[in-house]
């Protein structure tokens, strides 16, 4: 049976959590196949607020298996706390959380050289999230890291001491002013080992192939946003990982000609968080109301996202890049209020008129031009079907389809599972 995939399209924060957790009843399986706890996918349901971190946003479904795949690291003090907040709410999660043992771990260390990294950069940094993500994947290239299935080995401590004094020479090396109590860290990290330990390892690639042969259906949920992919994005203003729709394959051990939908999210404007070019981003009033209206902070960092108009010709590369089947509209109830909207359409790239994503979309080289269309007042948080729709937002979804000549299936109108369209 297919795997279906869905990810985001722009920078991050489409709202992959809720439309994970939307669609968590069509599936068997929602697999994690990238990033880490950089990652905040936030859910709202019956009135409260959910944010995971590293798990798969199926795990408040029943009778549904949520796999965190080898293309995710770990970090193991963190993942407990995503448990612990589980535990609280009553989710059963030992059942149908199961962990690939080729996932690698993120150690207190990577952590630390995240930071000093990042301080010595001064203001060249990139706006890592300091979660130790890039060091973790270092290691992995470098053929360094520590694995999941490692832990269960007798000798893994002699590894981890190895590879950690390795990590405090290398911070030396930046000689910036990097304050820790290693000990201390270890004490949090080998405790919340011991309660990774009691979750379920699997060699994922075999259960996965073994759970496409008995006719499961299988979500693979990625985190970030396609314009954050490693090679693809915005480098060096990037994540650690392939976001896109390859990433799926390598980071869960599935085969190309296995892939079935390809579900794309967006917002109906665009965010980013951190550093990194961004041609259509507003810094007036209008910009300052996307995101108080759209309460653009991040999950995991807490910091403001700046906020634009929706960016075409971004997004019909991110399109390209993923093969994405259907479209599926977040916030677009933020744009309510708005007489009139923005679309950028096209791109004056040095002089030249052009409708694909450049080499370098630095602000010195690009210029966005813009078609602009007619808004909508009405209160969309209410309306459950698409019927109900303004004509302005009919006009403005089918202006997105004809651009991007793909059906956009699905549109959100507020952050609770219920404010969900499906046209």
């Known amino acids: 049976m297919a795997v279906d995939l869905l990810l985001g399209l722009q920078w991050g924060d489409e709202g992959k959590g809720k439309i994970v957790d939307v669609l968590t009843?069509?599936?068997?399986?929602?697999?994690?196949?990238?990033?880490?706890?950089?990652?905040?996918?936030?859910?709202?349901?019956?009135?409260?607020?959910?944010?995971?971190?590293?798990?798969?946003?199926?795990?408040?479904?029943?009778?549904?298996?949520?796999?965190?795949?080898?293309?995710?690291?770990?970090?193991?003090?963190?993942?407990?706390?995503?448990?612990?907040?589980?535990?609280?709410?009553?989710?059963?999660y030992k059942a149908s959380l199961l962990i690939s043992r080729k996932a690698h771990i993120i150690l207190p260390t990577h952590r630390l050289l995240d930071a000093a990294s990042e301080a010595s950069k001064g203001k060249a940094k990139i706006g890592s999230t300091l979660k130790g993500i890039g060091p973790t994947?270092?290691?992995?290239?470098?053929?360094?890291?520590?694995?999941?299935?490692?832990?269960?080995?007798?000798?893994?401590?002699?590894?981890?001491?190895?590879?950690?004094?390795?990590?405090?020479?290398?911070?030396?090396?930046?000689?910036?002013?990097?304050?820790?109590?290693?000990?201390?860290?270890?004490?949090?990290?080998?405790?919340?080992?011991?309660?990774?330990?009691?979750?379920?390892?699997i060699d994922s690639e075999e259960y996965l192939h073994q759970a496409q042969k008995a006719g499961q259906s299988i979500l693979a949920e990625g985190a970030q946003g396609s314009l954050l992919d490693i090679d693809f994005g915005t480098y060096p203003f990037v994540t650690s990982s392939n976001t896109t729709a390859a990433g799926a394959c390598t980071g869960l051990g599935i085969a190309p000609n296995k892939i079935g939908e390809v579900f794309g999210i967006f917002k109906a404007y665009t965010t980013r968080v951190g550093s990194g070019p961004f041609p259509t981003e507003l810094f007036d009033e209008v910009g300052e109301t996307m995101g108080r209206v759209g309460n653009e902070f991040g999950a995991t960092t807490g910091r403001p996202r700046r906020c634009?108009?929706?960016?075409?010709?971004?997004?019909?590369?991110?399109?390209?890049?993923?093969?994405?089947?259907?479209?599926?509209?977040?916030?677009?109830?933020?744009?309510?209020?708005?007489?009139?909207?923005?679309?950028?359409?096209?791109?004056?790239?040095?002089?030249?008129?052009?409708?694909?994503?450049?080499?370098?979309?630095?602000?010195?080289?690009?210029?966005?031009?813009?078609?602009?269309?007619?808004?909508?007042?009405?209160?969309?948080?209410?309306?459950?079907?698409?019927?109900k729709m303004p004509k302005a937002l009919n006009d403005y979804i089918a202006f997105l389809e004809k651009e991007l000549e793909i059906p956009i299936t699905i549109v959100s109108v507020g952050p609770d599972r219920k404010q969900t369209i499906v046209r």
């Open 137 to 201: 994947y270092m290691d992995k290239t470098g053929r360094n890291g520590i694995r999941v299935g490692d832990i269960e080995l007798a000798d893994w401590k002699d590894k981890y001491r190895a590879l950690a004094d390795k990590h405090e020479a290398m911070i030396a090396f930046y000689n910036v002013d990097i304050q820790y109590d290693l000990k201390e860290l270890e004490n949090e990290f080998f405790e919340a080992i011991k309660v990774l330990k009691t979750l379920k390892f």
């Open 308 to 387: 634009g108009w929706l960016d075409l010709v971004a997004l019909r590369y991110a399109c390209q890049v993923n093969g994405v089947t259907q479209l599926i509209m977040m916030k677009g109830d933020v744009l309510s209020g708005f007489k009139t909207l923005k679309i950028c359409t096209a791109y004056n790239y040095k002089g030249q008129v052009i409708e694909h994503l450049p080499y370098n979309i630095e602000a010195e080289n690009v210029t966005p031009i813009y078609t602009e269309v007619k808004g909508w007042n009405e209160n969309l948080t209410e309306m459950t079907e698409a019927s």
């Open 25 to 92: 009843s069509k599936y068997n399986i929602i697999a994690r196949f990238q990033g880490g706890p950089n990652a905040g996918h936030t859910l709202v349901f019956n009135g409260k607020k959910h944010v995971l971190h590293t798990i798969p946003s199926g795990i408040f479904h029943e009778n549904t298996a949520n796999v965190v795949g080898n293309g995710v690291v770990i970090d193991p003090v963190i993942f407990k706390k995503e448990l612990d907040k589980l535990e609280e709410q009553g989710v059963d």
